[in-house]
């Protein structure tokens, strides 16, 4: 049974969460105070976190930063503020999805097992031999989840590894930002591309020696993008 973490500091809002996610079968903790959550998230096996913004003690982009320093699981963050700097900062510090209040709770229920499914699924490694990408100094291998370039070990968040895969094992393949959210965040984009923009940003921070010329991920202006092969 997965266990899903909600840092959320209003008690009506985590008391319904709750109620809903464990309809659906989960096991649910909830911490209201930031730095409690935060230590909560470090010690404990979960499976999923959903983290509010404003929270007492630390906020959720702090407790998301330290999350990210040791651990790939997946974050959804929860805020009332509908700015996009707030949802492009809290995907480039490595939240996996960011959702609006108000919401339902059924799209928080289905936002939630779209994650768990897509991470476990990708999380499950068997003794069969690694799966590897090499491409022009980058390699990828898929079973270990690891990525080098020129040699070098990156560390990758597992949306942008998710992301970096999906367009190496299509070169040369145009895809839009719809179709990426779609394929990777398994669910319609809803609007809510900027999250793909965020997320080949910081890959190509992390692969890219020019990011203005790059390698490897090309922008096709008015389209998409491309991994170049």
């Not at 008391?15 to 903790?29: R, W």
């Not at 503020?81 to 709770?105: N, V, W």
């Not at 020129?150 to 597992?158: A, I, P, S, W």
Request: with cysteine.
């Amino acid at each position: 049974m997965s266990k899903i973490l909600i840092i959320e500091d209003d008690t009506a809002i985590a008391e319904l969460e709750k109620d809903y996610l464990e309809i659906n079968g989960y096991t649910v903790l909830i911490e209201q105070d930031g730095s409690a959550g935060a230590a909560r998230a470090l010690d404990e096996d979960l499976d999923l976190i959903i983290l509010d913004v404003m929270l007492p003690g630390m906020d959720g982009f702090e407790i998301c930063k330290l999350i990210r320093d040791t651990k790939d699981t997946p974050i959804l963050m929860v805020s009332a503020k509908k700015d996009d700097i707030d949802k492009i900062r809290g995907l480039g510090i490595g939240a996996d999805d960011y959702i609006t209040k108000p919401f339902s709770p059924s799209e928080l229920v289905a936002r939630v097992k779209a994650h768990l499914s897509r991470y476990k699924r990708l999380t499950s490694i068997g003794m069969e031999e690694n799966t590897v990408i090499e491409a022009s100094g980058l390699t990828i291998d898929k079973t270990a989840r690891t990525v080098l370039v020129d040699g070098q070990e990156k560390v990758f968040t597992t949306k942008e590894f998710d992301l970096l895969t999906f367009l190496a094992e299509h070169p040369n393949h145009v895809y839009s930002k719809e179709e990426l959210f779609k394929e990777i965040w398994e669910m319609e984009s809803v609007g809510d591309i900027a999250t793909v923009t965020v997320h080949i940003k910081k890959i190509r921070e992390k692969i890219e020696d020019n990011r203005s010329n790059p390698r490897y991920i090309e922008t096709i202006w008015g389209v998409g993008y491309r991994f170049k092969l």
